[in-house]
């Protein structure tokens, strides 16, 4: 890519390294000689709108979309680590809760877990006041 005699610094050229036996093009001053146009070179704007009409479209936008979503899974999957984390750390408390049960303080209502668990829970409680009417039985013919 090099660019040709005259060019705007701002704008990318495409040097297809071709020799060409082209006109003069006049340079449009006054005592200024033409330029000869012997290479193929084109700018970076007539290159886009050429892919345009042949239907190619402009990848950079698909790339930063890409990019800006890779950033979002990354950010997501940190995210869900954090909550497993948290939701191990739930599960060890409800352990120790189940294990360790601790009397309700008078008028205070009793605990409740998500309602999408609420059946789990109830299974829990009932096998706890099982587990605890054995005991106090067992206790009582032990004694
Ligand atoms: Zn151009």
Redesign the pocket.
């Known amino acids: 890519m090099q660019p040709p005699a005259a060019y705007d610094p701002k704008i990318r050229y495409v040097d297809f390294d071709a020799a060409y036996d082209g006109p003069v093009v006049d340079s449009g001053e006054e005592n200024v000689p033409g330029v000869y146009m012997e290479k193929i070179v084109?700018?970076e704007?007539?290159v886009k709108n050429s892919a345009e009409l042949l239907g190619l479209e402009n990848v950079e936008e698909v790339q930063d979309q890409a990019e800006s979503w890779r950033g979002y899974a990354q950010h997501i999957e940190e995210e869900i680590a954090e909550k497993d984390k948290a939701i191990g750390h739930l599960a060890y408390t409800v352990g120790v809760l189940l294990d360790t049960p601790v009397k309700r303080p008078k008028g205070r209502p009793q605990l409740r877990g998500p309602e999408s668990h609420e059946d789990e829970i109830k299974q829990m409680r009932s096998q706890q006041a099982k587990k605890e009417r054995a005991k106090a039985s067992n206790g009582a013919n032990g004694n």
């Open positions: 084109v700018c704007l007539c």
